[in-house]
């Protein structure tokens, strides 16, 4: 029974009592920070099973791929016949175009050494010729 007694008035020391200002607001924000926290938990939730979904549909894609590749290797591998421009090795049409490119660079060069540049007079050029000739006649009156 003493033990018993020295326990409660042990208990009893430990107990502290706070006044809260405003303890309705108090509770208030509590619960709905709670009720926000519960919120946030249920998304991440959400966000769990598209990620689980997200990794199954990846791997039927996965599948899908490898069984197509396989049914192409077994279509080439067939007594088709052979196309002779597809039997050739293909040449990337990036260096294609640097082909092409060097070449018509090779001829303009050729053409800008042979050639000496002319210069022709555009229609604006003759427009700002005319205006020019008419400010110095009236300049002139």
């Not at 016949?81 to 070449?103: L, R």
């Not at 660079?105 to 007079?121: A, G, L, M």
Request: glycine residues 2%; charged residues 40%.
């Amino acid at each position: 029974m003493i033990k018993k007694a020295k326990n409660e008035a042990k208990s009893e020391e430990a107990l502290v009592h706070a006044q809260i200002s405003n303890p309705i607001f108090v509770r208030k924000t509590l619960l709905e920070s709670a009720i926000l926290g519960a919120e946030i938990l249920k998304g991440y939730e959400n966000i769990k099973k598209l990620e689980v979904k997200k990794a199954n549909y990846r791997n039927q894609v996965k599948t899908i791929i490898r069984e197509l590749r396989e049914l192409i290797r077994e279509l080439e591998t067939e007594k088709l016949p052979k196309v002779p421009h597809i039997a050739k090795p293909k040449e990337s049409f990036k260096e294609k175009f640097i082909m092409e490119e060097v070449k018509e660079r090779e001829i303009v060069q050729s053409e800008v050494i042979k050639k000496p540049v002319k210069f022709t007079r555009t229609h604006s050029d003759v427009l700002n010729e005319e205006i020019r000739r008419l400010q110095e006649r009236i300049d002139k009156l």
